[in-house]
């Protein structure tokens, strides 16, 4: 089957399964939207981590042992940053940096991010489309018993320790969504919309509050599959799990599918996992979901693209 | 003898006979005015060469190979930046990166140059007062063939090759001196004023340009001692030759003390080189004036101190 191919992401996980698509489709056929709810400032820099994860996936610069930032880092900047009393919190590798400091000159030359992160990815040999969900700057913020905090001062800074009571997306109300990705959305051989095995709550969600954006999914035609971020009642990685736990949600792959109730036409599940609870509107699909290798990163793409495709209505 | 010492320098050369007059004095006795004419702002980050040389020299940071920069450094930083097609004419290691963050992080904060500086000196552990020339940006532009140059533009980038028929200090007029670094001037038990073996154009003559600067040292007790930058008619390092000849002056060490004439009261001259022509009211000496070696460093500091001494008018 062919027709183009949109995928929401965010985080590692997600970054991972773009990589799948990547390898499954032709660059033409994908477009890639980013969250960019993680975006934060930090000694003057602007960095985007899941962008960047999205990149390195990509370009095959992945750390695979650290699960994320650069292969083949150095951390010789860290070093002489905390020898001056600068704030260490934030892991900043030598090679990671080169993409923050040009991001940075480049936006303040007045660049937009979607210039920058287009021209990074020709310079990183990415054909594939990918787009940051929004122009204007979107930042999470969760709401713990200390009270708002800053996405990164919870995620890094306080290693995800204080329960999450709620969690906003300041500025998205009056976010521009990025217009090519809306025009992806609307394409009229849109095959298939893809939610990432990313967390719902601080990947997906923050690119769903954009303006216009949940209501173009639900225009279009296209089958609407998402990947569980959840095997075996665990994240893979970061706080999902405990986020659905602490928001007093069931903490199972079910859960998230029903997070997704209305927006998603089918829902990956892991072939560990017990069945689920139907839920109307949503057909689920069995899986290996866990990625280690590349060949796991295209086997869950090709699952999730068939998915979508043994969703869509048999043409009139 | 005692009493305070200050010294003007920038460059490399500069920051060696600093460390060696750090060496010779305690900490309190040692005032240091730092040329940031050759400061600019790269790829977003503030970056002050002549600051950083010296903190680097009193720190032992200092590559004792290249002459520039810090020892152990590591260059991923860079690599990855000519990976993503950034600017990549001025080298910046991954640790002296540590440096220009901080500092311009600080800066767009609202911190002073001078507060910076003061911040990162307690940091790498120099007890010595270490002051930018001016909290204000001042830019050394040079003249070429092919237009105004921004110094680094020429200096770096042009690796000083186009003829200098000109040398202007955008800026240096409306700038106010360092409050400190006018005041260390003014004390009155200043033993000496050093000028160390600095470019005298675009090292020495911006912190001259400064109001106020000048008229301090010139009404100061203290004598005024340069240490020559010239050695059998060659620079060390850096473009001080080519630029007396480019600017039709005698390439020598003599010429640099024409240069100075008026404010200084002694020259320290290599002692391999000729015997200067008497020039009135400069007493001139003779050194081995090559540092290669800390002791080097250190000698050289104690012979233009006991110039300093020994033209100190007897006590009325």
Same mark, same amino acid.
């Given at each position: 089957?062919?027709?183009?191919?949109?995928?929401?992401?965010?985080?590692?996980?997600?970054? *991972?399964?773009?990589?799948?698509?990547?390898?499954?489709?032709?660059?033409?056929?994908?477009?890639?939207?980013?969250?960019?709810?993680?975006?934060?400032?930090?000694?003057?820099?602007?960095?985007?981590?899941?962008?960047?994860?999205?990149?390195?996936?990509?370009?095959?610069?992945?750390?695979?042992?650290?699960?994320?930032?650069?292969? %083949?880092?150095?951390?010789?900047?860290?070093?002489?940053? *905390?020898?001056?009393?600068?704030?260490?919190?934030?892991?900043?590798? %030598?090679?990671?940096?080169?993409?923050?400091?040009?991001?940075?000159?480049?936006?303040?030359?007045?660049?937009? #991010?979607?210039?920058?992160?287009?021209?990074?990815?020709?310079?990183?040999?990415?054909?594939?489309?990918?787009?940051?969900?929004?122009?204007?700057?979107? &930042? @999470?913020?969760?709401? @713990?018993?200390?009270?708002?905090?800053?996405?990164?001062?919870?995620?890094?800074?306080?290693?995800? &320790?204080?329960?999450?009571?709620?969690?906003?997306?300041?500025?998205?109300?009056?976010?521009?969504?990025?217009?090519?990705?809306?025009?992806?959305? *609307?394409?009229?051989? #849109?095959?298939?919309?893809?939610?990432?095995?990313?967390?719902?709550?601080?990947?997906?969600?923050?690119?769903?509050?954009?303006?216009?954006? &949940?209501?173009?999914?639900?225009?279009? %035609?296209?089958?609407?599959?998402?990947?569980?971020?959840?095997?075996?009642?665990?994240?893979?990685?970061?706080?999902?799990? *405990?986020?659905?736990?602490?928001?007093?949600?069931?903490?199972?792959?079910?859960?998230?599918?029903?997070?997704?109730?209305?927006?998603?036409?089918?829902?990956?599940?892991?072939?560990? %996992?017990?069945?689920?609870?139907?839920?109307?509107?949503?057909?689920?699909?069995?899986?290996?979901?866990?990625?280690?290798?590349?060949?796991?990163?295209?086997?869950?793409?090709?699952?999730?693209?068939?998915?979508?495709?043994?969703?869509?209505?048999?043409?009139?």
């Amino acid at each position: 089957m062919t027709g183009h191919v949109v995928a929401l992401c965010g985080g590692v996980g997600g970054a *991972k399964l773009v990589h799948g698509l990547n390898l499954a489709l032709q660059p033409q056929e994908l477009t890639v939207i980013v969250n960019t709810g993680d975006d934060f400032e930090h000694l003057g820099l602007s960095i985007a981590p899941d962008l960047d994860s999205v990149m390195y996936a990509l370009a095959g610069l992945s750390d695979p042992v650290r699960g994320w930032g650069r292969r %083949d880092e150095t951390w010789t900047f860290m070093e002489a940053l *905390k020898g001056l009393g600068g704030e260490a919190w934030f892991l900043l590798g %030598d090679a990671d940096l080169a993409v923050h400091v040009q991001r940075s000159w480049r936006l303040a030359g007045g660049a937009s #991010l979607s210039e920058v992160t287009g021209d990074l990815c020709r310079a990183l040999g990415i054909a594939v489309r990918v787009l940051p969900m929004s122009d204007d700057p979107v &930042r @999470t913020r969760v709401l @713990t018993a200390q009270g708002w905090l800053d996405f990164q001062e919870y995620f890094v800074h306080r290693q995800c &320790r204080p329960a999450v009571q709620q969690v906003t997306f300041a500025g998205a109300a009056s976010a521009r969504a990025q217009p090519e990705a809306l025009a992806a959305l *609307k394409r009229p051989d #849109l095959r298939a919309i893809i939610i990432c095995p990313s967390n719902p709550f601080v990947s997906i969600e923050p690119i769903l509050a954009l303006p216009g954006l &949940r209501a173009a999914m639900a225009e279009s %035609d296209a089958p609407v599959v998402a990947v569980t971020p959840i095997i075996g009642g665990k994240a893979v990685k970061g706080p999902a799990a *405990k986020m659905l736990s602490e928001l007093r949600l069931e903490v199972s792959a079910a859960a998230v599918a029903r997070r997704y109730a209305g927006i998603i036409d089918g829902f990956v599940i892991d072939q560990a %996992d017990p069945a689920p609870q139907p839920l109307p509107g949503v057909m689920f699909f069995r899986a290996a979901t866990l990625m280690v290798s590349t060949d796991d990163r295209l086997r869950l793409a090709q699952t999730a693209l068939q998915a979508a495709d043994a969703l869509r209505p048999p043409a009139a």
